[in-house]
T-cell receptor, first 110, second 114 residues
C-alpha cells in the first residue's frame, strides 16, 4: 500500500510565501503530483516531479527527495484566490492511477 | 470545448435505486478513471480503463460497474444504492505516452442517497 501525509490545514497572509509538505511511503514510486482543488470544483494539475530537485512554474514550485519520501509545494506572492485544498498524489510503476493524500486546506488572509 | 465532461452534475436518489453517471473526454487520451471523494475530501481511485480494458479494480463493491463503449467514454453504473455511496465522483483521463501522463479531471458528480 501507500501512506501519504500532509498537514490538514494551513493559514497564510496575502503576499507571503507558504510551503506545504508531503511525506509518502510507497513501493515502485513513479512520480509525485500536486493538484489544486477549490471548494466544489475539480482538482486541477499544478506540478509533477519524478526526479529529485525543484521544479518551478511561475509562483508555484515543487520539490522532491525520493530518498526521504518527501515533497513540498511552495507558493509565492500569495493571492486570495490561492485559498484552496492542495492535494499531494503519488503514482506507482505498473499503474497510471494516482494515490492521493487527504489534502491541505490553505486559507489566505488579508 | 470541454476536455472532460460528466453528467449529471447533481444526482439525488433513494436508497436501493440503480443509477448511472456518464463521462466523456475529447482529449484523445487512452486511459480513463473514476475516483470517489468522500465527505472528508479524501480522493480515492475506484477504476481505470485503458483501451477499453479494465486495468485496475480497487476494492470497491461489485454494485459498482464501469462500462466503456469506446475510448472516449467511461460510464459508471451503480446498483442498489446505499447511504454510504453519497459522495462526489470524479472522472479523469490521461495519455498513455511515457512521462508525465498528467490526469485531467471532470467537474464531478455530486451523488446524494436518501
Amino acid at each position: 500500500g501507500q501512506n501519504i501525509d500532509q498537514p490538514t490545514e494551513m493559514t497564510a497572509t496575502e503576499g507571503a510565501i507558504v510551503q506545504i509538505n508531503c511525506t509518502y511511503q510507497t513501493s515502485g514510486f513513479n512520480g509525485l503530483f500536486w493538484y489544486q482543488q477549490h471548494a466544489g470544483e475539480a482538482p486541477t494539475f499544478l506540478s509533477y516531479n519524478v526526479l529529485d530537485g525543484l521544479e518551478e512554474k511561475g509562483r508555484f514550485s515543487s520539490f522532491l527527495s525520493r530518498s526521504k519520501g518527501y515533497s513540498y509545494l511552495l507558493l509565492k506572492e500569495l493571492q486570495m484566490k490561492d485559498s484552496a485544498s492542495y492535494l499531494c498524489a503519488v503514482r506507482r510503476f505498473g499503474a497510471n492511477n494516482l494515490f492521493f493524500g487527504t489534502g491541505t486546506r490553505l486559507t489566505v488572509i488579508p | 470545448d470541454t476536455a472532460v465532461s460528466q453528467t449529471p452534475k447533481y444526482l439525488v436518489t433513494q436508497m436501493g435505486n440503480d443509477k448511472s453517471i456518464k463521462c466523456e473526454q475529447n482529449l484523445g487520451h487512452d486511459t480513463m478513471y473514476w475516483y470517489k471523494q468522500d465527505s472528508k475530501k479524501f480522493l480515492k481511485i475506484m477504476f481505470s480503463y485503458n483501451n477499453k480494458e479494465l486495468i485496475i479494480n480497487e476494492t470497491v463493491p461489485n454494485r459498482f460497474s464501469p462500462k466503456s463503449p469506446d475510448k472516449a467514454h467511461l460510464n459508471l453504473h451503480i446498483n442498489s444504492l446505499e447511504l454510504g455511496d453519497s459522495a462526489v465522483y470524479f472522472c479523469a483521463s490521461s495519455p498513455r505516452t511515457s512521462g508525465e501522463q498528467t490526469q485531467y479531471f471532470g467537474p464531478g458528480t455530486r451523488l446524494l442517497v436518501l
